[in-house]
């Protein structure tokens, strides 16, 4: 990546970060800012689409950014700050809600699988989330957004919500449209008791994921549990189509253990799930346990963690308030 390209992401601070935003996004974070100037943002105002008890609210933004830091963000390389520190954001959101469409929202997948049955009962802020999320992506200028498959669709409004203000306001290219960067390998990390959904923080079964923070004892409980197969593991990857939970497990061992799918289900053939889960759960041992004891560490440091958000806030308001004030001139605004 050329030193143009800017990167923007973000984690909800709604519960403990588990093995899908790590291998989804975390990872991802890591890697690029070796690469590119990076922003990456504990949203709390994402959080707070869903009722989030306010106590509760400011321990799970402090762990946030404690897991960030625990699996190798650099606030010395990357600014690290929380989305409601920096007011452009909810400004530019608003904005956007002028130039997002109806319609455009209504076929937002992550609404309804969210708002669930009765969608009346919804917060109008959980229906405008992806027009936050441009306005998060937007404020920054930024041009990559390392993101979990879950994200695709939200990013692709962002780059259609780009595109409109460019056009309406006469301004080609004033918007770069945003590229979503998807791990190519392991891009949704599933439940470890449904293979039809994605491991999520809320979840009501903890034994549905790998928090960061689980001890040795609880993964190996929690994969031991784990939902898979009663035959031995095929050598056909088709033939795992019909096992999600057979295939997420493979798919987490492959990653983890940094070989193909294909090379993990050749060595596995006419194996027990048995045996690949005690070598998974060694491997998530091994990879997971330090990140969840660096988070412990962290964390008896608040303060050091608050002045990382407040010094990243700095840093972030200057480039929002130059951005800002472009975009109120293109529109009008006094
Ligand atoms: N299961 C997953 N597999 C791969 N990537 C994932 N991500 C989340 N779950 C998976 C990616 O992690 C980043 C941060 O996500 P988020 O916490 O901001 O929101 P989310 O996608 O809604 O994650 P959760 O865990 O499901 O949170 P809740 O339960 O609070 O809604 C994103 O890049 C996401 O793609």
Redesign the pocket.
């Given at each position: 990546m050329s030193k143009k390209k800017l990167v923007f992401?973000?984690?909800?601070?709604?519960?403990n970060?588990?093995?899908?935003?790590y291998?989804?996004?975390?990872k991802n974070f890591v890697s690029l800012q070796k690469q590119v100037e990076c922003i990456y943002c504990v949203?709390d105002l994402?959080?707070i689409t869903?009722f989030q008890d306010p106590n509760q609210l400011q321990n799970n933004v402090l762990e946030?950014t404690a897991s960030f830091l625990a699996t190798g963000l650099n606030p010395n390389k990357s600014i690290i700050f929380n989305q409601s520190s920096v007011s452009g954001h909810a400004e530019l959101a608003w904005i956007l809600n002028c130039v997002s469409r109806i319609g455009w929202l209504n076929r937002m997948t992550?609404f309804k699988d969210?708002a669930g049955s009765d969608k009346e009962k919804a917060s109008v802020g959980l229906y405008i989330y992806p027009n936050l999320m441009a306005a998060d992506i937007l404020l920054y200028k930024a041009t990559h957004v390392?993101?979990?498959?879950?994200?695709k669709q939200h990013l692709e409004l962002s780059r259609d919500i780009a595109q409109k203000f460019n056009n309406d306001f006469n301004c080609k290219e004033f918007f770069p449209l945003p590229e979503p960067l998807?791990?190519k390998n392991?891009?949704?990390?599933?439940?470890l008791r449904d293979g039809t959904k994605?491991?999520?923080?809320?979840?009501e079964s903890d034994y549905s994921?790998i928090n960061l923070k689980d001890t040795a004892d609880e993964i190996i409980k929690k994969i031991k549990k784990a939902k898979s197969d009663s035959n031995t593991i095929p050598g056909d990857i088709n033939a795992l189509e019909s096992k999600p939970e057979a295939l997420n497990l493979l798919t987490i061992y492959s990653e983890i253990t940094k070989s193909s799918l294909e090379k993990t289900i050749s060595e596995m053939e006419g194996k027990e799930y048995s045996f690949l889960k005690t070598k998974l759960a060694e491997a998530l041992i091994n990879e997971i346990t330090p990140v969840g004891k660096e988070i412990e560490k962290l964390l008896k440091d608040k303060s050091h963690l608050i002045s990382i958000l407040k010094k990243g806030t700095e840093k972030a308001n200057i480039i929002a308030e130059e951005n800002l004030k472009n975009i109120r001139e293109k529109i009008g605004l006094i």
């Open positions: 992401s973000g984690v909800q601070p709604t519960g970060l588990h093995l899908g935003n291998l989804g996004a975390l949203v994402h959080a869903i946030t992550q969210k390392p993101v979990g498959a879950d994200q998807i791990p392991i891009s949704r990390v599933m439940s994605k491991m999520s923080k809320s979840e994921r």
